[in-house]
Each structure stands twice: as C-alpha cells, then as structure tokens.
C-alpha cells in the first residue's frame, strides 16, 4: 500500500493499494506517479496503473528517479532515470526513458572513458538522485558514484569516517538540497554526509545522536531533509545551516 502524508501534521490524506511488491517509486513535477516492481515500469492514472516502460529480458530495476528538472527550459517531455542491474549481478547501468505509450530509450550510462564499469554490481540495494546542476548520483552501498548528464565521470565518494564513528561506511539514500549540495545516508553510523556538488566533504549531520539507521532521504525545495529510518519506520524532518 501507498501512503501519502500531509507534510505539515503527518496525517494520510491519500492511499492506494497495487498488486505488487515496488522495488521504488518516484514522482514528477506534474506529480505523476512511477513504480516499479522490477520488472516493469508502471504510470498511476485515476487510480489504475497503466504500463509504460518493459525492462529487457535479464534485467531488473533497482531505483527510479525524475530527470526532467535538470534538463533544458526547451524539453517539454518526461525524462526519467532508471538504474538496471543484470539478474546475473555482473553488469549495471543508468539509462534515461522517456516514459509513453511507446517508451523511448534515449541514453545509458555504463562505463566510464576508458571502458571501465562506472558501478558495482555486487551490491544489493541501489539508490538513485539526479543533482540540480544535472549530475546523477547513484548511492550502491560501498560508494557514491557521480557522473555528469552527458555521462562523463565526475568523482566516486568512499566515506570519511573518523574517530567519532565505529562503524564502516555504509551509504544508502541519497538526495539533493536547492544549492546542489548532495546528502548520503550513514546507514550504521546513523548520520547524513553532507558534500559539496564536486564531492568535497563539508560535515555530518547527526541532529545530536537522535538518527537511528537512516535508509533513505530526501530534500523538499524550501530545503528541510526527510529522512526515513529503517528499524523505527520513522520519517523526520530535520532541517540544517
């Protein structure tokens, strides 16, 4: 079941029930609705969902995320991102659709200027984030990958873990906030990485020890971070300087 919470008290104000189990959901600006169950990517219209989009034979889809806020003024069509992983583990990529009656495959993005994988497949949870400034970030549980829209290696984030922490790095979530500043989840270290848009670390939020284990974030246009732990099935809000 699908919940949608009123983001001032917390309530549901709306909900629905689909027929699978989603691997993840993503929205638009004109808050249409994407989800999928791995296999198939489906569009929510007046309560149905309708397909748009069959992944190739021996791929799943691992995360989804809208692209279309970071492309030109002049591009009118939905552009979304999906992260594809072979069933196999042994390939990943990052291709850009656009999802219609007839979806178009437009780009994909696989491996890096000298031909070498951009992403490890051997990871078992993947999450997906395109920045403001365009770049796309895939968080795959080891390492944060960053590649710019034309799919030109940017940089790859292993962690910095002090003293402070006793834990190995272990990045989930990832988001983006209005400066394109980009936010990781610590899943065991409990805390956000708060990077820069080139990669350069800038501190942790921790709120004081109150995180538990963070699974997931995301960050609203007036810049507050939602973050979902993974033991508590809490979401909060949290907001920083």
Avoid at 78 to 97: A, G, P, T
Wanted: glycine letters at 6%; one cysteine or more.
């Amino acid at each position: 079941m699908f919940r949608c919470f009123d983001m001032q008290n917390g309530s549901v104000f709306k909900s629905c029930t689909i027929p699978m189990t989603p691997t993840d959901i993503c929205t638009n600006a004109s808050d249409d609705l994407y989800v999928s169950d791995g296999k198939t990517l489906y569009r929510e219209t007046r309560k149905n969902l309708e397909k748009c989009y069959n992944v190739p034979d021996g791929w799943s889809v691992e995360a989804l995320a809208n692209s279309s806020g970071s492309e030109s003024r002049a591009i009118t069509k939905i552009h979304l991102l999906l992260f594809l992983c072979r069933e196999d583990n042994r390939q990943s990529k990052v291709v850009r659709v656009i999802p219609a009656t007839i979806t178009i495959l437009t780009r994909e993005y696989q491996y890096d200027n000298e031909g070498k994988d951009l992403y490890n497949s051997n990871c078992y949870d993947f999450f997906l984030e395109v920045n403001r400034n365009g770049d796309i970030c895939v968080s795959d549980t080891t390492a944060l990958v960053v590649i710019d829209k034309r799919g030109n290696f940017r940089f790859r984030y292993h962690g910095k873990v002090f003293d402070t922490f006793d834990k190995p790095f272990k990045p989930m979530g990832v988001t983006t906030d209005p400066r394109s500043n980009i936010l990781l989840a610590d899943l065991d270290n409990r805390c956000i990485h708060l990077l820069d848009q080139d990669g350069n670390f800038v501190r942790y939020i921790t709120c004081g020890g109150s995180l538990d284990k963070i699974i997931d974030v995301s960050c609203d246009e007036n810049g507050r971070v939602w973050v979902a732990e993974r033991d508590t099935a809490k979401v909060k809000c949290i907001k920083y300087q």
